[in-house]
């Protein structure tokens, strides 16, 4: 994928230094954006904007601001290269939520890592949901391997809703993300509650969860996270739906399907030392014992206590 590095550079004398310095990386490619092109610029959303300080005629504070306070860039990195060295203002430059602030005269080999080790944060980072901000499937799978590698005694709950589909198909896409939102912050504030550490919390994608407890018994944490889930969904339906106990969608042969209003299953797998050898075990015997509990009408969990 090939990443586009904006330099805002109201002179030539940056691209052809940055195009030398990554000759041999293909997957970047070096934009020069003078400073009153700029807000057509910002419309692409570019992976990383280097800003050099010396060739621009504006303000470089007002104009990280500016950046900053575009919606699509509030996250964009952003790096400053300039020769003024006085210490207040780089720390007002910082201040504005800039990443870097690098001196000249700049050191080439020190700028090309910068902007590697920088790609390689944010391609991490991708892998965090950006709906939810929980970890995604690398984090999980690390996880897990780090606590098997310990031989700690650990918890597994995968957690995802009922009727999800028909909840999308009824009230649409964008109340469909917010009720996943709704049950990311359920998840974390009951288990952040009740385990201040060694807890972790991840988003396998969709409608999927996991959670990581530092625990063998896990009942009553599955019970609370239930009881806060069904006391607070009630918001996502209309009276109506709520008066019903149910939704009805048309299936693809026409034919009008009823729904129980959405809930959450929850299966546990207790993860005693020496049970499982790989996370794929778990895994397995995780989808299983969640099935169980979606074999149940409403809000249910259910725990695989298993010995090896």
Known sequence: MIQEIY?????ESSIPIFNELFKREKEFKFIRV?????DIALKNIPFLIIINEDSIARDVVCLCKKIRTDEDNKITPIIVVSSNADRNHRLSV???????YIKKPVDADYLYYTIKNLNRLLYMNRRISPLTG??????????LKKRLANNEEFSVLYLDLDNFKAYNDVYGFLKGDHI???????????????????????????????????????DEICQL????????????????????????????KG?????????????AVVV????????????????QVKHMAKTIVGSSYAIDRRKE
Not at 241 to 248: A, Q, S, V
């Open 134 to 143: 929980l970890p995604g499937n690398v984090q999980i799978h690390a996880e």
């Open 34 to 38: 003078k400073t009153e092109q700029i």
């Open 94 to 100: 910082l201040d504005t939520s800039v990443e870097y």
């Open 255 to 267: 034919i009008m399907e009823q729904f129980t209003l959405t809930s959450i299953s929850i299966g």
């Open 180 to 218: 996943i939102e709704f049950t990311a912050q359920i998840i974390t504030k009951v288990i952040h509650e009740k385990f201040v550490e060694n807890s972790f919390i991840g988003h396998i994608g969709g409608d999927d969860f996991i959670a990581i407890i530092p625990t063998l018994e896990v």
């Open 7 to 11: 330099i805002i550079d109201d002179d």
């Open 272 to 287: 005693e030392k020496g049970r499982f050898s790989n996370i794929l075990e778990i895994g397995e015997v995780g989808a």
């Open 225 to 252: 996270i239930i009881a806060n889930f069904d006391k607070e969904v009630k918001k996502f339906f209309t009276e109506e739906d709520l008066e019903k106990g149910y939704i009805e969608v048309v299936n693809r």
